[in-house]
Structure formats: structure tokens, C-alpha cells
């Protein structure tokens, strides 16, 4: 069994070099006042104690289950089946959480990517939708809290969210959603008006907002790393730095090619590396889109951020490009936002969330960033996750198209990924039935794809103004 450390988090951080390995198109920067660093780690990173650094696969192996990314998806699955006893080993290319789970803006927001209850009426049964809609929020919400209270974890849970309307016409929206909330049996919501928020929202930009008391926020990487304690814990096998290169169907299992070794899976594989997750996939089906996105953390402020976010909770708004904060350790601003086609650099980057930084809050008068980082993830053509199950003989899991949203329920998926495996519940299957489309040549004209259509929607935006859509 490997023995590893629970997550640790640090009153505030450490400038020093990432234990990850640096990726093609996303990168790390921190202030140069702070440390002149080669391969820097972000906040997430260095807000946590040095962790454990895994094996490289050196050898064969066999197993039950070869869960494929050290990412949420991946290490809840791998968690939940060591739960239920089933033989499992995790295979990571780069480290643990180092990609997407590691590098998000860490809210916890109720839906489906960009399935929210409204979508869901108006896709499926009255019933399936209340099921589907309460997998995605009540039970998503309420497993990261089992979790946590199991494996005794400590990552930063806070409760509350705050989604803030940028245009009067975006609070009929808010209202809608949480009408539909409701209808589908789940109550936790409010709106308020612009006065209203103010005690919850120090800014001036919005015109009231829905306060929403079921999504939360949490430290996304001691997340990752809290679940891949657990599995460790439960007997589970880990190796990083331990690319696939091929997955084989045959008559007694699935092979699991690594340029170093061979894993048999004599029951099932979990595709669960997100974005690039099409290429390992038997079929040539291109159901999602790359883009990237960007996030920041200030230095400790001169102004409380009690003065700022006298609520504590987390704040999404609706413009069409929108902007995502909450505060952090020792007096810190996690701020981020954007989508874009093409990777921003890191100057571009600083200069773009800064300037969003200094509208929202004017009141802050000298505002510096010392941590800026850049994130890759995808999205579907309807919007709502794409699940899949496949294989002759072997259930292979894949899950992608997460659109930049669904830290809870990427846990809770992994969950039902388990259960499906182990035979307890259809959750997984009603997943799978969402229909997608392909996306034809996505991946590689999202450079120009993601631009036009984003011109698009900001001349709709423009014609009507009322209208909320958010990228």
C-alpha cells in the first residue's frame, strides 16, 4: 500500500517551483518581485504543503481497473472503487491535479457544464430531470462533504454563492433558473435586488443578484490530492509521469500500453484526461472543443476583504465574458475569467485581468498580482457534458466537455462511474443519454471557431442586452 500525507494547507504561501511538469500551452507566472522561479507553481500549489510525488510505471501489471488521469474524474473513480474493494491503479502523464482540477477557479456551482435546471426541463421528463437535476447539485454538493468528513480533510469548504447580474434584464434569467430550481424540488436560492446585494457584493457593477446557498467554493488542488489520499489509503496504486499511448480490447481484458510498461485491466478502463480524452476513444468522434481560460491571485490587499466580499461567498456574474472571484488566504483576490481559442501569454493576461480586477472594485487604489496562471478545458455543441460508455466485452468510462464548470460534479461522477461498474445505480446511464453532435474539424478550428463565435453572441448581447448569455 502507498503511504502518503493528507493535503496540508498553508496560512498563505510559498514562492517555489512547481512539482508538476511545465505543459505545452499552459503556463505558470508569479511576480517576479516575489521569486525569479524556472518552472513557477501556482496559488493552489503553493498555498499547499509539498506533497508526494509518485513512481513512474516501470514494469507490467494487471488489475481490475485502470483509471487513466490524475485529475477530479479520475481520482473519485479510483477512490469510490477502492471503497467497494475493486483492485484499482491510477495513471497520471504529469502529476496529480495538474491540470484543469488543479487549476480552476475552485467554486462550487450546482449543474451539468452548462446544463442548468431550466435545460434540463426542457430536455427530459418532468422525473428524469428531477433526478438528473439533484444528482447534479443536492447529492454533488453533499458528497464533497461525506468525503471530507471520512477522510477527515481539510480544503477550505465554505458554503454560499453568489451569481451577480451586470444588466437589470439578467435578474429575469436568475429568477427563471431559480423558478426551475424549485419546480424540479430544490429550494436554495434567493434574489435580490441591487441594494439588497450590496451587503453581500461591495461593488457597483450590478444590478442585483441570485444568492444561491447550496454552491460553495473549495481548494480545488487539495481536493484532487485529498481524494488520491483516500484511495492510496484504501490500497489503491498510483503512478505519475506515466503517459498512455494505447488502449487494446481483447479477448481476456484491456491493455493499457505506457511507454514503459503494460497494464492489463481484466474488467473495465476509465478514460478520465478531459480534453484530450477523444484520442485514447475507439471511435474518431469529435464531440468537443478546446479553449482556454485564465485566472489570477492578487497580493494581500491594502482594503479587508470583508470590506469587499462582506459575504465570504464566491461571485460568478452574467456578462457574456465573465468574471469569477472570491477571496483566498491571507487577504488575497483569486480572480479570473475569459475563453479563448488561442493560449493568451502571460502579459497579455495580466494586463486584461487586472484592468477587470480595478472595474469591479475601484476602490482599490494599487492593486499588484502575484500569481497568474492559464487553464485549458473544453466544450460541448449543446452545452451539457458528454458521458460515455463503450467497449465489446469491457466497459471503457470517458467523460469530457466540461465547459469550465463542475468541480462537485465531476466527484459525483466518479461516483456514479463506480456504482455503474459495481452494478448499484443507473445514474452513469442516464448520463450517456444526453445526445451530442460533432463537432466537425472543432479541435483544430478553435483558434478561428471560438473568436466568430463569440463575435457573435457579443452582437446579440449588443442588439439585446437583456439577454443573458455567459461564455
Known amino acids: 500500500m502507498q503511504t502518503i500525507n493528507k493535503p496540508i494547507i498553508l496560512d498563505d504561501v510559498e514562492f517555489r517551483n512547481s512539482i508538476h511538469n511545465k505543459m505545452d500551452k499552459e503556463w505558470n507566472w508569479v511576480n517576479p518581485q516575489r521569486a525569479e522561479l524556472d518552472n513557477p507553481a501556482n496559488y493552489y500549489e503553493s498555498s499547499l504543503q509539498e506533497w508526494h510525488c509518485f513512481d513512474t510505471l516501470s514494469h507490467d501489471l494487471e488489475c481490475d481497473v485502470v483509471v487513466i488521469g490524475g485529475g477530479l474524474l479520475g481520482s473519485s473513480t479510483a477512490l469510490h472503487l477502492s471503497e467497494q474493494g475493486v483492485d484499482t ?3 497520471e502523464k504529469n502529476r496529480i491535479g495538474s491540470a484543469a482540477s488543479g487549476r480552476n477557479g475552485g467554486q462550487l456551482t450546482p449543474g451539468l457544464a452548462r446544463w442548468e435546471a431550466e435545460e434540463m426541463i426542457q430536455h427530459f421528463s418532468t422525473e428524469d430531470a ?3 437535476w439533484h444528482f447534479t447539485s443536492t447529492e454533488a454538493m453533499s458528497l464533497i462533504d461525506e468525503i471530507i468528513e471520512k477522510y477527515d480533510l481539510s480544503l477550505q469548504r465554505k458554503k454560499g454563492h453568489i451569481t451577480a447580474a451586470v444588466h437589470e434584464g ?7 433558473g431559480a423558478d426551475a430550481r424549485k419546480f424540479l424540488g430544490e429550494d436554495h436560492t434567493q434574489i435580490v435586488g441591487k441594494h439588497e446585494l450590496q451587503s453581500y457584493l461591495n461593488s457597483d457593477c450590478y444590478f442585483g443578484g441570485l444568492i444561491d446557498h447550496l454552491g460553495g467554493q473549495i481548494h480545488p488542488l487539495a481536493l484532487t490530492r485529498g481524494l488520491i489520499y483516500g484511495f492510496c489509503k484504501n490500497g489503491g496504486q498510483v503512478y505519475e509521469q506515466t503517459e498512455v499511448t494505447e488502449i487494446q480490447e481483447t479477448a481476456d481484458g484491456i491493455y493499457v500500453k505506457t511507454a514503459q510498461g503494460v497494464i492489463k485491466a481484466r474488467k473495465s478502463v476509465v478514460i478520465a484526461v478531459h480534453h484530450a480524452s477523444f484520442k485514447l476513444l475507439s471511435s474518431n468522434t469529435q464531440t468537443t472543443i478546446p479553449f482556454f481560460t485564465y485566472v489570477s491571485t492578487t497580493a494581500p490587499l491594502e482594503v479587508d476583504l ?3 466580499i462582506p459575504s465570504d461567498f464566491p461571485v460568478y456574474d452574467t456578462q457574456f465574458q465573465i468574471d469569477y472571484y472570491r477571496g483566498v488566504s491571507n487577504n488575497r483576490l483569486l480572480f479570473g475569467g475569459q475563453g479563448t481559442g488561442s493560449c493568451w501569454n502571460p502579459e497579455k493576461t495580466y494586463q486584461y485581468l487586472l484592468g477587470r480586477i480595478n472595474h469591479v472594485f475601484p476602490q482599490l487604489k494599487s492593486v499588484e ?16 457534458v458528454d458521458s ?6 469491457f466497459p471503457i468510462y470517458a467523460v469530457h466537455g466540461w465547459s469550465g464548470h463542475g468541480v462537485a460534479q465531476t466527484v459525483r461522477i466518479g461516483k456514479a462511474i463506480s456504482d455503474d461498474f459495481i452494478g448499484h445505480s443507473d445514474d452513469f446511464e442516464m448520463l450517456t443519454k444526453i445526445p451530442h453532435k460533432d463537432i466537425l474539424l472543432g479541435r483544430e478550428l478553435a483558434p478561428m471557431a471560438i473568436p466568430i463565435a463569440k463575435g457573435a453572441y457579443g452582437l446579440g448581447a449588443w442588439i439585446n442586452p437583456g439577454k443573458m448569455v455567459s461564455f
Open 369 to 384: 498580482l502575484d500569481f497568474v496562471w492559464s487553464g485549458e478545458t473544453d466544450l460541448t455543441y449543446n452545452g451539457a
Open 89 to 91: 491503479i491510477l495513471v
Open 388 to 393: 460515455r460508455k463503450s467497449g465489446e466485452k
Open 130 to 132: 428531477k433526478k438528473l
Open 170 to 176: 439578467h435578474l429575469i434569467g436568475l429568477t427563471q
Open 306 to 308: 470583508k470590506e469587499l
